[in-house]
């Protein structure tokens, strides 16, 4: 890709080790958390990269790396994927200042109910969030909705129960409501969390597809279309 015209070889070399560790650790991963999840959120990230000032190997290494432990699939232990990018990065010998921001990426890019407040902000961590962010709306997002939905056997949809959308972020992580509701506990809310215009152009368009897709669940449901 264009972005890594002006990158060292050994820059290269250290993206394309973690593309391989990445793609070999998450092999038996759930679907929307898999190695395609994280190929789909790198490509994301080069992109919104074309038009901003910011260090393309930490958006690489971080985009890779985001999801190597998530930890919905690890009993909620929040330090395991901080953990596995720290000591393979280092094993790879990146530089220390790369690899303090590649970890404060996978510490803060995950939604959370939207209750995550940190001060650090750098457009790196911008970039990457907002690539994640973007594969979790639209059609993909719908997908893998569904997808982990089944994954953890919920209904489709209850009327009689309400999405809640002033959860905490222990009640966001233990919530077992029906997939329906997790569009207006999240996917519909993150269009207005984007950082760049990039991502923003892309996320309306995806937003909007998610209403129609809504719409027509709702008819289907009720029988009318």
């Known amino acids: 890709m264009s972005v890594f015209l002006k990158l060292h070889t050994e820059d290269i070399e250290i993206i394309e080790k973690t593309s391989d560790f990445v793609k070999n650790t998450l092999s038996n991963a759930e679907g929307g958390h898999d190695w395609y999840h994280t190929l789909r959120v790198y490509k994301n990230a080069l992109n919104i990269a074309k038009g901003e000032e910011a260090d393309v190997v930490i958006i690489a290494l971080g985009a890779l790396l985001h999801d190597i432990a998530d930890s919905k699939f690890y009993a909620g232990d929040e330090t395991v994927g901080p953990r596995m990018a720290r ?88 919530s077992d409501a029906p997939t329906i509701n997790h569009f207006y506990e999240k996917l519909l809310l993150l269009k207005d969390t984007m950082h760049t215009k990039t991502a923003l152009e892309i996320a309306e368009k995806r937003h909007n597809y998610m209403q129609d897709f809504l719409d027509q669940f709702y008819a289907e449901w009720e029988g009318s279309s």
Do not use: W
Not at 99 to 110: C, L, P
Not at 112 to 126: A, D, F, S, V
Not at 140 to 163: H, M, Q, V, W
């Open 87 to 174: 000591e393979f990065l280092q094993k790879q010998n990146v530089s220390f200042s790369r690899i303090e921001a590649v970890v404060k990426i996978v510490e803060n890019v995950s939604y959370r109910g939207g209750n995550k407040k940190t001060n650090y902000n750098p457009i790196e961590l911008q970039i990457v969030q907002d690539a994640d962010r973007l594969d979790a709306i639209g059609a993909i997002g719908i997908a893998r909705t569904f997808n982990y939905g089944g994954f953890k056997n919920r209904k489709l949809y209850d009327p009689a129960i309400e999405p809640k959308m002033d959860m905490t972020a222990e009640e966001y992580k233990k």
